[in-house]
């Protein structure tokens, strides 16, 4: 439940495409080639995203313009659901390995992930086309697995696949806290009432 003096503050969550970087200003030279999540949506001023997801990556991505509730939700302890494509044949030994925890660099140091969930999808999800291609089964096989963290460092679930060996071939986020992506089309915007 919003207080009387959060009412004011919006929230939306955003089924960011591929291609797209989590921002809305990028300063540099490469300002023209990045597109930006202002070109989807005419949010309020203030907005920002909660979190990140890189270029790369697609799937929920939420936004306000409460920046404690943006705190709140990147402090850690929020589950961050993930379905996520990996190149090969996943073994199970690989997947536990993940599950306890695997060693990753971040900020030019080593990391060693925490406990998480990680398990075999048992069919293949129900997901938009990318709007780039990705590789087909000509190229070997490839396995999806979903994956629940807790915490959120920098491109932290790719780093862990290829930690065992298995380079992320698409990532697309389906769920953070009780917030889900749902059928949202990507792309598109959905206003919250609050975000818990």
């Not at 920002?48 to 890189?54: K, N, P, V």
């Not at 190149?87 to 080593?110: A, C, H, N, P, Y």
Request: hydrophobic share 35%; aromatic share 6%.
């Amino acid at each position: 439940m919003l207080s009387q003096k959060n009412s004011i503050h919006r929230h939306f969550k955003l089924y960011k495409p591929y291609g797209y970087i989590s921002q809305f200003v990028i300063n540099g030279r490469q300002k023209r080639q990045k597109k930006l999540l202002g070109e989807l949506y005419d949010f309020p001023e203030g907005t920002m995203a909660i979190g990140r997801l890189d270029e790369k990556s697609e799937g929920l991505l939420l936004l306000t313009t409460d920046g404690k509730t943006s705190t709140l939700i990147t402090s850690g302890g929020i589950e961050k659901e993930y379905y996520v494509q990996v190149d090969g044949s996943l073994s199970s030994d690989s997947m536990e390995t993940m599950r306890q925890g695997v060693t990753i660099g971040f900020d030019g140091k080593k990391y060693q992930t925490q406990p998480c969930i990680v398990e075999l999808l048992p069919e293949i999800p129900d997901l938009p086309e990318r709007s780039k291609k990705i590789r087909d089964s000509r190229h070997g096989p490839t396995t999806w697995i979903k994956i629940v963290i807790t915490e959120g460092k920098f491109r932290q679930v790719r780093k862990m696949t290829s930690a065992v060996g298995h380079p992320t071939l698409r990532l697309v986020r389906v769920r953070i806290g009780n917030i889900h992506l749902g059928d949202l089309a990507v792309g598109m915007v959905e206003e919250l009432v609050s975000i818990p």
